[in-house]
C-alpha cells in the first residue's frame, strides 16, 4: 500500500451563513435558549436582591418593637400551664425603676418555679411579645424568595417549551413542503 505523499487536512467548516443545511429554525432555537438562560440569571439576582430587602425589613420591625420594650430578667413563681398550642404561660415577678411587678406572661414549657426568664416590658410594665429574631426574618425571606423563583421558574419554562415547541412545528411544516417538492425527483415518481 502506498503512503500518501500529503497528509490530509480536515476540511475547513462551512461558514453558518453559508451552510445549507442551517436554517431559520435554527438560530431562533439558539437564540430561545440564550433569552431563556438570560431570563433565569436575571430572575435568580432579583430574587436575590428581594430577599435581602425582605431580610433588612424584617430586622428594621424588629428594631422598631424593640426601641419601646425593656428586657428585664423575670423569676418564674408558677409552674406553666398549657394555654393553647404549644404555648405555655405562667406568673411571673421582675423588679425594675418604678418597683416591684407581677404578671401572666408566655414561658418555655420546661420552666420550672424559680428559674430566671427573660422577658420585655413596655413603659406601662406589661409584658409584651418578644421581637422577631434574625433567625425567623431570615427564615422568613428565604420563603418568599424561594417561592417567587419558582413561580419565575415555572413561568419562564413554560415559555420556553411553548416557545420550542411553536418553533419545531413550524420546522416540521417546513420540512414537509420542502420533501413534497424534492420527493418526487428522488423517488422519480411525477
Do not use: C
Not at 435558549?33 to 424588629?62: C, I, K, N, P, S
Not at 425594675?96 to 420546661?110: I, K
Not at 434574625?134 to 419558582?150: H, N, P
Request: aromatic letters at 8%; a neutral charge.
Amino acid at each position: 500500500m502506498a503512503t500518501p505523499s500529503v497528509a490530509p487536512q480536515p476540511s475547513a467548516p462551512v461558514p453558518r451563513r453559508g451552510n445549507p443545511l442551517h436554517r431559520r429554525s435554527d438560530s431562533l432555537r439558539f437564540w430561545v435558549r440564550v433569552v431563556f438562560a438570560a431570563a433565569l440569571a436575571v430572575a435568580a439576582a432579583l430574587t436575590v436582591l428581594l430577599g435581602l430587602h425582605l431580610y433588612a425589613d424584617g430586622r428594621a420591625e424588629a428594631a422598631r418593637q424593640a426601641s419601646g420594650l425593656e428586657r428585664v430578667d423575670a423569676v418564674d413563681a408558677t409552674a406553666p400551664v398549657a394555654a393553647g398550642v404549644d404555648t405555655w404561660v405562667a406568673t411571673l415577678t421582675w423588679h425594675d425603676a418604678s418597683g416591684s411587678h407581677r404578671a401572666q406572661a408566655p414561658v418555655p414549657p420546661a420552666t420550672a418555679p424559680g428559674d430566671h426568664v427573660p422577658l420585655y416590658v413596655d413603659a406601662k410594665g406589661i409584658p409584651q411579645p418578644d421581637p422577631i429574631p434574625a433567625v425567623q426574618s431570615a427564615g422568613s425571606a428565604a420563603t418568599y424568595s424561594l417561592a417567587i423563583f419558582s413561580g419565575a421558574v415555572l413561568l419562564l419554562s413554560g415559555g420556553y417549551a411553548f416557545s420550542r415547541h411553536r418553533i419545531d412545528a413550524s420546522a416540521w411544516k417546513s420540512w414537509e413542503s420542502e420533501w413534497a417538492k424534492v420527493e418526487p425527483e428522488w423517488t422519480h415518481r411525477r
